[in-house]
């Protein structure tokens, strides 16, 4: 039984910062390469970047040089600094492991925390 809370988010104007966090079972984040996922409204899930268990990091080319994905395996913690946010990046934010399972469903989720950009 996983358990992933996400926390961090909220609402800011264009530019703005937001640092998003995720408390996760201690077994995903020491053994996984974990992401952070955004579903913005009418889209689907999707991945925006992933953090290996040793720490390489990666991401979608819209929020490169603007997040930075990291992890402390010791805290089972995974977070999510953004920086120069945009309206585009309005949406849920969920962390899980990558790729997943195709066993998931919407129970293997946290609830998410919403992130709003707006001028």
């Known amino acids: 039984q996983v358990q992933l809370v996400e926390s961090g988010g909220g609402t800011v104007q264009p530019g703005g910062s937001l640092r998003l966090s995720c408390a996760a079972s201690?077994?995903?984040?020491?053994?996984?390469?974990m992401g952070w996922y955004r579903q913005a409204p009418g889209k689907q899930r999707g991945l925006v970047a992933v953090i290996t268990s040793s720490g390489s990091t990666n991401y979608v080319d819209s929020v490169k040089g603007r997040f930075t994905i990291s992890r402390d395996n010791a805290k089972n913690t995974v977070h999510l600094q953004m920086n120069n946010l945009k309206p585009e990046d309005t949406a849920v934010y969920y962390c899980?492991?990558?790729?997943?399972?195709?066993?998931?469903?919407?129970?293997?989720w946290g609830k998410g925390t919403l992130v709003t950009v707006s001028s």
């Open positions: 201690g077994s995903i984040l020491s053994s996984n390469t």
């Open positions: 899980n492991k990558w790729p997943l399972p195709l066993y998931y469903t919407m129970d293997d």
